[in-house]
């Protein structure tokens, strides 16, 4: 079943035309990668979806419901939840009230039992591999670690669709490896079927874990599909990699 669809999205900074014309879906429970050179318009993507940003034109649909005129706080109640290149966690306050209070953010204080929001953060941390550090605050925790705490207070949304912005950025190649396997098991171990759209340029690890990569160049799809389809095409050799193969 398709969770998202996206319809002919542009999206204009001034004179630049970051998002020209985009669409694709995004179908229940499947990771989908989305690849391009620097400037491509990923990141821009990524917020007029999560509505931090308005369309010029287009439309999204999610289960169905027209969300291009909704508010980021509409959204994530929908069911939409997204991180961001940079991990900006709450500095003053431990791991498990930030994840919480992201949580909340969904569900609101009225009418949430604290112990209830307690659960569902504590659940969040064990999907990432951190409840060992929940009452920590994060100037204990490494890099890698900010990074899944930031995909902890996502998760602690519940989301049905998450979108990763260069979650591999910053990392090694050890912590790579380790956090692909998190982002896989968040799809293929849950009940829930929760779908992914992971940004990244680390394409090789990216590639072992998606079912489908898109691929933007200046604000256009140019290539949709298997990941081993994708890196063949001689059009994302071209604009990706410039001549270079994957
Ligand atoms: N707030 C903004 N104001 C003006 N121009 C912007 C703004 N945000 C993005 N752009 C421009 O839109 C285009 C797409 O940028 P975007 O950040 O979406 O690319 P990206 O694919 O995420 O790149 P990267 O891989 O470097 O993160 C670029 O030309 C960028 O300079
Ligand atoms: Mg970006």
Redesign the pocket.
Known sequence: MKLLEVEGLTKR??G?V?LKGVSFSIREGEIVGLI??????????ARVILKLLSPDSGRILFEDEDITHLKPWEVVKRGICGTF?IPKPIKALPIISSVMAAALSKYGFKGSKIEEVERKALKALELVGLSYFARAYPFMLTYADLKRLEIARALATEPKLLIL??PFAGLTLTEIQELSEAIKALCRGSSRRMSIIV?E?KLSELMRIVDRVIV?NF?EVIADGKPEEVVKDKRVIEAYLGGEEV
């Open positions: 900074f001034g630049v970051a391009g050179p620097n400037g491509a318009g990923k990141t821009t993507l290149q912005d260069e940004i340029h933007l604000g």
